[in-house]
Nanobody, 117 residues
Framework: QVQLVESGGGLVQPGGSLRLACAAS????????MGWYRQAPGKQRELVAT???????NYADPVKGRFTISRDNAKNTVYLQMNSLKPEDTAVYYC???????????WGQGTQVAVSS
């Protein structure tokens, strides 16, 4: 089992920045890809960004150039630096981890990000 705990959400004005963190514990040696997803009210959960164990990254088009995902394998933590935030970035942000074997997907409890003036 893998446990994921997110932190760093909050309320920020448009154009502001936030940094989310997700700490993994448990069978961390089995984790390959990690990532961030988000779910706005009334919408489906969507991909924000992913990062492999080797730090190859992938971003959804709406966040390219504004968000940066990074990973510290020694601390079993993945980060999401969010800059130039927009009201449409408002959502609950979820951390995700993919276990290699046996194949499994884990989710954090979510952290709220609100962008409003």
């Amino acid at each position: 089992q893998v446990q994921l705990v997110e932190s760093g959400g909050g309320l920020v004005q448009p154009g502001g920045s936030l940094r989310l963190a997700c700490a993994a514990s448990g069978r961390v040696f089995s984790i390959n890809d990690m990532g961030w997803y988000r779910q706005a009210p009334g919408k489906q959960r969507e991909l924000v960004a992913t990062i492999t164990r080797g730090s190859t990254t992938n971003y959804a088009d709406p966040v390219k150039g504004r968000f940066t995902i990074s990973r510290d394998n020694a601390k079993n933590t993945v980060y999401l630096q969010m800059n130039s935030l927009k009201p449409e970035d408002t959502a609950v942000y979820y951390c995700n981890a993919q276990q290699s074997w046996p194949p499994a997907t884990y989710w954090g409890q979510g952290t709220q990000v609100a962008v409003s003036s």
